[in-house]
């Protein structure tokens, strides 16, 4: 495939082991399909290698649960592997190239294939990781540095975020994680460095990626950060902004770190003001003025950023909020596993605050419970961490009575924790309507919203912002602000029809396969290449 001397060519003679990933998931050929399907959430994958007797013998992907699994309806806690895996496993020896793993694929009419070593599994590679990684180091091609890069790992790019970070419980903290987890499996940049920012008086047990943190309210924290990074051997910084982040009126401490900073930033924006108080607005054109690039997740957030606070386009890049990787499933395969069989589930999730419009939803109840007994609406999450520390469970509390009030305990329940990812996960797949709420108008972005459209929910959403896109897509359907009755006609007519009730599944997840973390990670890489000018 291609030429021998030219470029395209010797990246296509590049050994396969170079553009896989390795320690591939793995299960026993005995184990149930629930099994795998929680694998691929925890994981992020799409497919999991079968063993016998610890020997790789075939692969269950996503097709084959969908073909063989959820079509069939057939009982997830019940169902083997053995019984609906792809076999014999077509595989190919670590050393061989990415000419010929491509030619194997396309001659098998498969995209995914088992590599190995001396006989033993060594990874996985598919056909999108091959196209996609020799395609964006094609582009590269007499680019300096970033061309010597296919070949050299010291001349890889190595990216600094700036951002919350787990174990603290923030939603910027998860989806930078994903982001970086993403980042690090294309396996294009060095291991990733964190600059972790710690709420007031908060101590966290962090990875060992995390190499410096942040004191909110310590503006010298944010200058010291600065100078760490400037002596280090970080190429780019990626600075995930959100106002409450940051100590200061309007997170103005930031400012302090992007000031001192002698590094080329990119910066993420969770939040973009339409009409912003004037300390809010001086913030916001500050980190403009030094960011080289920056990322909104809504095409919105370009025009507001360029009509609003007079922002030169080519500044400004739209690259999605991202998404998990999921099997596609039917709300019924899942219920029974958590104890919700019979039900018609709704749900909404997330860190709990005021701003959530939760109470909206609530009221929307009564009427829908008239129609449809079995509706029960889970409200998922804990109260957010800052919201607790001022105000307690105060607004969970006016949830719960407001509940009472209306006589509908049996039709609303509470999971009042942080939950893992594969959990939530199962919770959605298990949904059957989810309702966004929120009662304004400004939101930019919304990761629950990302993870419904990946799960294939039929979604109900006031037009925020970041949902005006996707309702205008057909992928969701609109509610009005704080208008309990609005919710209660657009539930209905989700569930009173079939089709259309299918047909808003099938559409979200559709709309969010190009979403999904691998193509929005691919998305940064290549933004933090031009950054640099290569």
């Given at each position: 495939?291609g030429?021998?001397?030219?470029?395209?060519?010797?990246?296509?003679?590049?050994p396969?082991?170079?553009?896989?990933?390795?320690?591939?998931?793995?299960?026993?050929?005995?184990?149930?399909?629930?099994?795998?399907?929680?694998?691929?959430?925890?994981?992020?994958?799409?497919?999991?290698?079968?063993?016998?007797?610890?020997?790789?013998?075939?692969?269950?992907?996503?097709?084959?649960?969908?073909?063989?699994?959820?079509?069939?309806?057939?009982?997830?806690?019940?169902?083997?592997?053995?019984?609906?895996?792809?076999?014999?496993?077509?595989?190919?020896?670590?050393g061989?190239?990415?000419?010929?793993?491509?030619?194997?694929?396309?001659?098998?009419?498969?995209?995914?294939?088992?590599?190995?070593?001396?006989?033993?599994?060594?990874?996985?590679?598919?056909?999108?990781?091959?196209?996609?990684?020799?395609?964006?180091?094609?582009?590269?091609e007499?680019?300096?540095?970033?061309?010597?890069?296919?070949?050299?790992?010291?001349?890889?790019l190595?990216?600094?975020?700036?951002?919350?970070?787990p174990?603290?419980?923030?939603?910027?903290?998860?989806?930078?994680?994903?982001?970086?987890?993403?980042?690090?499996?294309?396996?294009?940049?060095?291991?990733?460095?964190?600059?972790?920012?710690?709420?007031?008086?908060?101590h966290?047990?962090?990875?060992?990626?995390?190499?410096?943190?942040?004191?909110?309210?310590?503006?010298?924290?944010?200058?010291?950060?600065?100078?760490?990074?400037?002596?280090?051997?970080?190429?780019?910084?990626?600075?995930?902004?959100?106002?409450?982040?940051?100590?200061?009126?309007?997170?103005?401490?930031?400012?302090?770190?992007?000031?001192?900073?002698?590094?080329?930033?990119?910066?993420?924006?969770?939040?973009?003001?339409?009409?912003?108080?004037?300390?809010?607005?001086?913030?916001?054109?500050?980190?403009?003025?030094?960011?080289?690039?920056?990322?909104?997740?809504?095409?919105?957030?370009?025009?507001?950023?360029?009509?609003?606070?007079?922002?030169?386009?080519?500044?400004?890049?739209?690259?999605?909020?991202?998404?998990?990787?999921?099997?596609?499933?039917?709300?019924?395969?899942?219920?029974?596993?958590?104890?919700?069989?019979?039900?018609?589930?709704?749900?909404?999730?997330?860190?709990?605050?005021?701003?959530?419009?939760?109470?909206?939803?609530?009221?929307?109840?009564?009427?829908?419970?008239?129609?449809?007994?079995?509706?029960?609406?889970?409200?998922?999450?804990?109260?957010?961490?800052?919201?607790?520390?001022?105000?307690?469970?105060?607004?969970?509390?006016?949830?719960?009575?407001?509940?009472?009030?209306?006589?509908?305990?049996e039709?609303?329940?509470?999971?009042?924790?942080?939950?893992?990812?594969?959990?939530?996960l199962?919770?959605?797949?298990?949904?059957?309507?989810?309702?966004?709420?929120?009662?304004?108008?400004?939101?930019?972005?919304?990761?629950?919203?990302?993870?419904?459209?990946?799960?294939?929910?039929?979604?109900?959403?006031?037009?925020?912002?970041?949902?005006?896109?996707?309702?205008?897509?057909?992928?969701?359907?609109?509610?009005?602000?704080?208008?309990?009755?609005?919710?209660?006609?657009?539930?209905?007519?989700?569930l009173?029809?079939?089709?259309?009730?299918?047909?808003?599944?099938?559409?979200?997840?559709?709309?969010?396969?190009?979403?999904?973390?691998?193509?929005?990670?691919?998305?940064?890489?290549?933004?933090?290449?031009?950054?640099?000018?290569?």
């Open positions: 495939m030429e021998s001397g030219s470029y395209l060519g010797k990246l296509l003679d590049l396969v082991s170079t553009n896989m990933k390795t320690d591939p998931p793995t299960v026993s050929i005995i184990s149930t399909v629930s099994r795998v399907v929680d694998i691929m959430i925890r994981e992020n994958v799409g497919a999991v290698v079968a063993l016998e007797n610890g020997t790789p013998v075939g692969i269950i992907t996503e097709k084959d649960l969908l073909e063989r699994v959820i079509k069939p309806q057939r009982d997830l806690g019940q169902t083997l592997v053995r019984d609906v895996m792809s076999s014999p496993l077509i595989s190919i020896d670590a061989d190239s990415i000419g010929r793993a491509l030619d194997l694929m396309r001659e098998s009419g498969i995209r995914r294939l088992a590599v190995v070593e001396d006989g033993d599994l060594v990874g996985i590679t598919t056909e999108r990781r091959l196209l996609e990684v020799a395609h964006g180091r094609y582009l590269m007499g680019m300096g540095a970033a061309k010597a890069a296919v070949f050299d790992d010291s001349s890889k190595k990216v600094a975020f700036v951002s919350t970070y174990p603290r419980e923030c939603g910027i903290a998860t989806y930078t994680q994903d982001l970086v987890d993403s980042i690090s499996n294309l396996q294009v940049l060095k291991p990733p460095v964190i600059i972790a920012i710690n709420d007031r008086g908060g966290y047990d962090y990875p060992r990626e995390v190499r410096f943190q942040i004191d909110r309210e310590r503006v010298e924290s944010y200058v010291k950060a600065a100078e760490f990074i400037n002596t280090s051997d970080v190429d780019v910084v990626n600075l995930q902004h959100e106002y409450g982040l940051f100590g200061g009126v309007w997170g103005k401490h930031i400012i302090a770190l992007l000031d001192q900073l002698e590094k080329p930033v990119v910066t993420t924006l969770h939040t973009v003001l339409q009409e912003p108080v004037l300390d809010a607005r001086r913030v916001m054109e500050e980190i403009l003025q030094y960011s080289r690039h920056a990322v909104v997740m809504a095409r919105v957030g370009l025009v507001i950023l360029e009509q609003n606070y007079w922002t030169l386009a080519d500044k400004v890049r739209y690259i999605p909020h991202g998404c998990p990787n999921v099997p596609y499933i039917g709300s019924g395969l899942l219920k029974p596993s958590l104890g919700l069989d019979g039900r018609v589930v709704l749900s909404t999730f997330g860190l709990i605050s005021k701003g959530k419009g939760i109470e909206y939803a609530i009221e929307a109840l009564p009427s829908i419970i008239k129609k449809e007994p079995r509706t029960l609406y889970l409200v998922i999450g804990e109260t957010h961490p800052e919201v607790r520390k001022q105000e307690g469970e105060s607004y969970r509390r006016q949830l719960m009575d407001l509940v009472e009030s209306l006589e509908i305990e039709n609303v329940r509470f999971v009042n924790r942080f939950l893992p990812k594969n959990e939530l199962r919770y959605l797949q298990a949904t059957d309507v989810y309702i966004i709420p929120y009662p304004n108008k400004e939101q930019i972005s919304s990761g629950t919203m990302l993870y419904a459209l990946s799960t294939g929910k039929a979604i109900v959403t006031t037009p925020f912002l970041h949902a005006e896109e996707v309702i205008s897509e057909d992928c969701a359907m609109g509610c009005e602000f704080r208008t309990p009755s609005s919710i209660t006609e657009s539930v209905m007519n989700m009173r029809n079939d089709n259309i009730h299918k047909g808003y599944e099938e559409r979200a997840y559709s709309y969010s396969r190009s979403m999904i973390w691998p193509n929005v990670a691919m998305k940064y890489v290549n933004l933090f290449y031009e950054t640099l000018g290569l």
